[in-house]
């Protein structure tokens, strides 16, 4: 019988160096945020440079067929990218640690901002293409890294509202991405290399305390068992959150949001607005994003992970019909392109109240700190493929069902509700351990296996025996004088004689 740890935990508040560590490892969110948003307001800029370039090379204009096809490439590299850097992160994490792989990922950062920035000077959009896939490598790294970094360090009482950080640094980035991506700062033909090389690097120039530390994380994880893909596939205990992970990151992906994100300036004036008007509005979309997150953080803890989720994917199906309906109608009366803005800007509303954050969070959450490593890699991988598939497929799907495009987006968002409402457990102020109960109930016969993937979630008490904390448990419990393990934990059997793979069940 496994027994609560949450009666014995000592809830902390939020202290001046976890803010600070928090506020620098959200950084890298917000680059992700930034380069998913930057390719969209300076699309005919981009397209004129490529047609500009095919000609000189050539000798004659591009069909305008051929120019959406090299654009289409240039969005969804960056989720190619992507897929690599999210599959990555595991091993990264588990090679260097959280911090120093989220440190050595900004050299990446740096070369695919250089690329990008000198596109126009080189006169080629093939270094467009790789400077969007590098940076795509190195947001992929952060989307597995920064998540799993945050959620080992928060304390229990805090782990919702800070798991929601992530997204409020994605909006941030998208926001200001779109903002200098007008026509009035850098959305011109001269200006828009520099706003796709644009980058914040580090809040620290303490790198020699940055490094020690990050050797310091690196000889504490060799101490911890580290699970394979292959173990966390195998496993019938783990195989239930995994399952649920990479749902919860195709709830995100495939709901349609970044049809919005990549190419809302074209479905604002699809919709009969101007091009001056749909860029304001999609500057719109960001701000929104934003205000939405600051109002959703305090929420996450209160109202818990799956109800904020449930509502969020019951309002994008709303307003992903209404904006079918916008879209079918449009030409009979004059007033449905306000319709269709009220309706997408409401389906972001909706999008940034659960599905944009909680996949993330809860994905990191379901897993204890040996098996995390791996489920993120593969959940990540599993978001940046369907991220690449939205951006590659959403411009032939618009030419293809036009009024309709919207309609499989409301088919998945409908498959998805239910699978939340049907699946996935409420881990808001559950320990590791508590969460890993949910799985391991109807299956007893795995659990002393199980446990060896898991050790003794929670408290951070690892495979090795010897009372080791993880990151996250130096963070939860006070130390005391003898540095033994957390005065407020239940008392822990014994490892099994001779057996330090194991740890020991309840």
Known sequence: MV????????????????????????????????NTGVINAPEVNIENFMKDVYKDRYGEDIQEESVKLLYSVAVSIFAIGGMLGGFSGG???NKFGRKGGLLLNNVLGITGACLMGFTKVSHSYEMLFVGRFIIGVNCGLNTSLVPMYISEIAPLNLRGGLGTVNQLAVTIGLLISQILGIEQILGTDDGWPLLLALRRLRASNQVEEDIEEMRAEQRAQQTEATISMT?????PTLRSPLIIGIVMQLSQQLSGINAVLYYSTNLFMSSGLNEETAKFMTIGIGAIMVAMTLVVMPLMDRMGRRTLHLYGLGGMFIFSIF????????????????????????FVVFFALGPGSIPWMITAELFSQGPRPAAMSIA????????????IGFPTLQNSLENYTFLPFSVFLAIFWIFTYKKVP???????????????????????????LYGIAGTGREPNGEGDYSARARWRFPRDEGGGGPPTAPPLPPPLANDHRRSPTY
């Not at 009666?7 to 969110?29: D, P, Q, R």
């Not at 173990?231 to 496993?235: A, G, T």
């Not at 449009?330 to 392109?337: A, G, N, Q, V, Y």
């Open 91 to 93: 091993m990264i994490a």
């Open 3 to 34: 027994m609560p740890l949450t009666s014995g935990l000592h809830f902390e508040g939020l202290t001046f160096f976890l803010s600070y560590t928090i506020l620098a490892s959200m950084l890298g969110m917000l680059q992700f945020g930034y």
């Open 323 to 346: 904006i079918t309906i916008s879209f079918l109608i449009k030409e009979m009366i004059d007033w449905m392109s306000y319709l269709s803005v009220v309706s997408t800007l409401s």
């Open 426 to 452: 409420e881990t808001k102020n559950k320990t590791f351990e508590e969460i890993l109960a949910l799985f391991r109930h109807g299956n007893e016969r795995g659990s002393l296996r199980d446990s060896r």
């Open 380 to 391: 990540v991988l599993v978001n940046w493929l369907a991220n690449f598939v939205v951006g």
């Open 231 to 235: 173990e966390l596939i195998c496993s």
